[in-house]
C-alpha cells in the first residue's frame, strides 16, 4: 500500500519560531509538493521538486523555503512563523509524467499563536 | 495557463438522491482529468480520473467522462449514501511541460439521512 507520512498531524507554534514539517513518501516518485489549504481558497502550492535538490516556487512561496536531500523526504520551512501561516498543509507525491495521480498525506494542521 | 471551475457547494442532498458535480476547464493540448475526495480531517485521495478523450472513470458508483468538445468532467453519482460527505475536489494536468497539477477550488457534499 501507498503511503505519504507527514510528521505531525497537530502541532502549535509561537509566533517567530522556525518550524519544520516533514514527508516521506514510500513509492519512489520524483515529484513532491508542499500545499496549503484555507477555508474558501482550495489547495495552494507553495512548493515543488521534481528531484534530489531541485526546487521550484509555486504560488505563495514567501514565508517559506523547502530542502530534499534525499528522493522520499521533502520538507517544508517555516524561517519565521507568523498568525496568517495558520492553515492545514498537505504534502503530496507523483511519479513524473502527465497521467499520474497524486497521493496525498493526511496533512498538518499547524497553529500559530 | 490552464484553469478548473467546479461548481460551488455545499451541496446537500437526501441520501439516495442523484449527484452531480459540474466540472469545466481550460488547457492546451489534450490533459488528464481527475477527480479527488477528501473526507473530513484526511488528505485527498484519488477518485477516479481519465487520461484521454471520451474515456469514462469510475469508482465507488462514481462515474465522470472525459468531453474534449465541451471541456467537461462531471462527476455523478446515481444514489448517495451518507458516508460520501465529502469535499471533492476536480484536477487536471497538462500534456506536456510542467506536470504541476491544476485544482479546482472544492465542492463540499453533505448528504442526509
Known amino acids: 500500500d501507498v503511503k505519504v507520512t507527514q510528521s505531525s498531524r497537530y502541532l502549535v507554534k509561537r509566533t517567530g519560531e522556525k518550524v519544520f514539517l516533514e514527508c516521506v513518501q514510500d513509492m519512489d516518485h520524483e515529484n513532491m509538493f508542499w500545499y496549503r489549504q484555507d477555508p474558501g481558497l482550495g489547495l495552494r502550492l507553495i512548493y515543488f521538486?521534481?528531484?534530489?535538490?531541485?526546487?521550484e516556487k509555486g504560488d505563495i512561496p514567501e514565508g517559506y523555503s523547502v530542502s530534499r536531500e534525499k528522493k522520499e523526504r521533502f520538507s517544508l520551512i517555516l524561517e519565521s512563523a507568523s498568525t496568517n501561516q495558520t492553515s492545514m498543509y498537505l504534502c503530496?507525491?507523483?511519479?513524473?509524467?502527465?497521467?499520474?495521480?497524486?497521493?496525498f498525506g493526511p496533512g498538518t494542521r499547524l497553529t500559530v499563536t | 495557463g490552464n484553469s478548473v471551475t467546479q461548481m460551488e457547494g455545499p451541496v446537500t442532498l437526501s441520501e439516495e438522491a442523484f449527484l452531480t458535480i459540474n466540472c469545466t476547464y481550460t488547457a492546451t493540448g489534450y490533459p488528464s482529468l481527475f477527480w479527488y475526495v477528501q473526507y473530513p480531517g484526511e488528505g485527498l485521495q484519488l477518485l477516479l480520473k481519465a487520461t484521454k478523450a471520451d474515456d469514462k472513470g469510475s469508482n465507488k458508483g462514481f462515474e465522470a467522462t472525459y468531453r474534449k468538445e465541451t471541456t467537461s468532467f462531471h462527476l455523478e453519482k446515481g444514489s448517495v449514501q451518507v458516508s460520501d460527505s465529502a469535499v471533492y475536489f476536480c484536477a487536471l494536468k497538462g500534456s506536456g511541460g510542467s506536470y504541476i497539477p491544476t485544482f479546482g477550488r472544492g465542492t463540499s457534499l453533505i448528504v442526509h439521512p
Open positions: 521538486s521534481y528531484d534530489v535538490k531541485m526546487k
Open positions: 503530496a507525491s507523483s511519479p513524473f509524467g502527465g497521467v499520474y495521480e497524486q497521493y
